[in-house]
């Protein structure tokens, strides 16, 4: 069944980046975009980008767009979230989910929890 | 970017009862409109897309309606597995964006 398996919970100093993958299985990564969504505690659904895996082009959140990349390494059917200069703000709960494109996203990963402690 | 307003923020029902959750856009999102369920400590899952079609899984007893401006999710008798939050999110036009959410608790 199509699963995606994110990576496990960071910790960072304000001012440090993140990496956060995002494994497929039960597809090919290629085949979908994929989207990354971020939720603060007790907060709603906050979209961070997408990535068209097939080409490697992204769309970013203006709010994002000057420290974010996303990247994917299609031989391993694995994504990337890549997010620089933490403040305490982006403590959250980081999540990838696939989309067709110009579509809702219809399968999510676990959930990775970021959080940007001093 | 457009403007989901949810209403209401919460509802508090008892089993057996009908819940009509609203979602309202700033602009027109044809019918590129889905219901995502949220529970606790869980990621979104996507309930209905395309205003009103339901994903495998989504029991008949969920609805959603609507295009435009305006769209309804409804749950005509909800269950305990119901009690959630309820988010809409457009996909017509980028960014995406989502609504705040309404949540659905017992009463």
């Known amino acids: 069944q199509v699963q995606l398996v994110q990576s496990g919970a960071e910790v960072k100093k304000p001012g440090a980046s993140v990496n956060v993958s995002c494994k497929a299985s039960?597809?090919?990564?290629?085949?979908?975009?994929i989207h990354w969504v971020r939720q603060a505690p007790g907060q709603g659904l906050e979209w961070i980008g997408w990535m068209n895996p097939n080409t490697g082009t992204t769309n970013y959140a203006q709010n994002f767009q000057d420290r974010v990349a996303m990247t994917r390494d299609p031989t391993i059917n694995t994504a990337h979230l890549e997010l620089s200069s933490l403040t305490f703000r982006d403590s959250a709960l980081y999540f990838c989910?696939?989309?067709?494109?110009?579509?809702?996203?219809?399968?999510w990963g676990q959930g990775t929890q970021l959080t940007v402690s001093s | 970017e457009i403007v989901l307003t949810q209403s209401p923020g919460s509802l508090s029902l008892s089993p057996g009862e009908r819940a009509t959750l609203s979602c309202r856009a700033s602009?027109?999102?044809?019918?590129?409109l889905a219901w995502y369920q949220q529970k606790p400590g869980q990621a979104p899952r996507l309930l209905i897309y395309g205003a009103s079609s339901r994903t495998t899984g989504t029991p008949d007893r969920l609805s959603g309606s609507g295009s435009g401006t305006d769209f309804t999710l409804t749950i005509t008798s909800v269950e305990p597995g119901d009690f959630a939050v309820y988010y809409c999110q457009q996909y017509a036009i980028s960014p995406p964006t989502f609504g705040q959410g309404t949540k659905v608790d017992i009463k």
């Open positions: 602009q027109s999102v044809s019918r590129y």
């Open positions: 989910a696939r989309a067709n494109w110009r579509g809702p996203a219809d399968a």
């Open positions: 039960g597809y090919n990564l290629i085949a979908y975009y």
